[in-house]
């Protein structure tokens, strides 16, 4: 598959949030994070804010929800027009219920799991859902270090994808940069998440995107 750049704007200025987002054009989606206080602690966007940043951004949103209970607000999140919304296993009891509300929404559905969640009980459903996270950090927080250890679990969901004969988008987030996107794309990944790569840089964002392409291609 091609490979895909979703830059974080959790790195980015959110009071700058219109500019932030022109400059990272050349990306295939933005990558929205969104946390509840609750199943991470920290805190950042409503459905609101999603809604806006899809209303100004050039590219498709890629929503990636940190919150409990993600049955209750899916609908809410699938309204604001994003492409994908993707939402933790480890947050409800019945992931295959709010895989159904996505569907119903008409929203590209995705499923993610924690570095510590084992990924076996969910293979089953990379036959259904259109993107498998696979966090490379412990969710909450941008600028950590990347995860090598959890890499095993992205060749478990490619591995299952060409055997189901699906296009899946097998995304890692957290710690994604040019010294470990290779790494990741040769375990399986075609989905690349980059807050602090792509907006803390000394190149500006459109060649940070550029330089992790090449990198991931190359891989
Ligand atoms: C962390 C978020 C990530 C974060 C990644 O919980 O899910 O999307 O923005 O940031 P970096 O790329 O700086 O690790
Ligand atoms: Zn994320």
Same mark, same amino acid.
């Given at each position: 598959?091609?490979?895909?750049?979703?830059?974080?704007?959790?790195?980015?200025?959110?009071?700058?949030?219109?500019?932030?987002?022109?400059?990272? #054009?050349?990306?295939?989606?933005?990558?929205?994070?969104?946390?509840?206080?609750? $199943?991470?602690?920290?805190?950042? $966007?409503?459905?609101?804010?999603?809604?806006?940043?899809?209303?100004?951004?050039?590219?498709?949103?890629?929503?990636?929800?940190?919150?409990?209970?993600?049955?209750?607000?899916?609908?809410?999140?699938?309204?604001?027009?994003?492409?994908?919304?993707?939402?933790?296993?480890?947050?409800?009891?019945?992931?295959?219920?709010?895989?159904?509300?996505?569907?119903?929404?008409?929203?590209?559905?995705?499923?993610?799991?924690?570095?510590?969640?084992?990924?076996?009980?969910?293979?089953?459903?990379?036959?259904?859902?259109?993107?498998?996270?696979?966090?490379?950090?412990?969710?909450?927080?941008?600028?950590? #270090?990347?995860?090598?250890?959890?890499?095993?679990?992205?060749?478990?969901?490619?591995?299952?994808?060409?055997? #189901?004969?699906?296009?899946?988008?097998?995304?890692?987030?957290?710690?994604?940069?040019?010294?470990?996107?290779?790494?990741?794309?040769?375990?399986?990944?075609?989905?690349?998440?980059?807050? #602090?790569?792509? $907006?803390?840089?000394?190149?500006?964002?459109?060649?940070?995107?550029?330089?992790?392409?090449?990198?991931?291609?190359?891989?």
């Amino acid at each position: 598959m091609q490979v895909r750049i979703n830059p974080s704007v959790l790195a980015a200025d959110f009071v700058n949030m219109e500019a932030a987002l022109q400059t990272i #054009s050349t990306a295939d989606a933005v990558h929205v994070d969104v946390m509840d206080y609750h $199943f991470v602690p920290n805190l950042t $966007f409503g459905p609101q804010m999603v809604g806006r940043i899809h209303e100004v951004s050039p590219i498709p949103l890629d929503v990636h929800l940190m919150i409990e209970h993600p049955e209750r607000w899916v609908a809410d999140f699938a309204a604001t027009g994003a492409e994908c919304v993707t939402f933790h296993v480890e947050a409800t009891d019945d992931p295959v219920a709010v895989i159904e509300a996505l569907e119903q929404a008409g929203t590209h559905t995705g499923i993610s799991v924690k570095p510590g969640t084992p990924i076996e009980p969910y293979l089953d459903l990379v036959e259904r859902v259109d993107q498998v996270l696979i966090m490379t950090v412990e969710p909450g927080f941008g600028g950590q #270090s990347f995860m090598e250890e959890v890499l095993g679990k992205v060749t478990a969901v490619s591995t299952r994808a060409a055997e #189901s004969g699906r296009d899946v988008w097998i995304q890692v987030d957290g710690g994604v940069g040019p010294d470990t996107i290779q790494a990741a794309a040769r375990a399986g990944a075609n989905t690349f998440v980059a807050g #602090s790569s792509v $907006f803390d840089r000394e190149i500006s964002p459109a060649e940070a995107i550029a330089e992790l392409r090449a990198k991931a291609q190359a891989a």
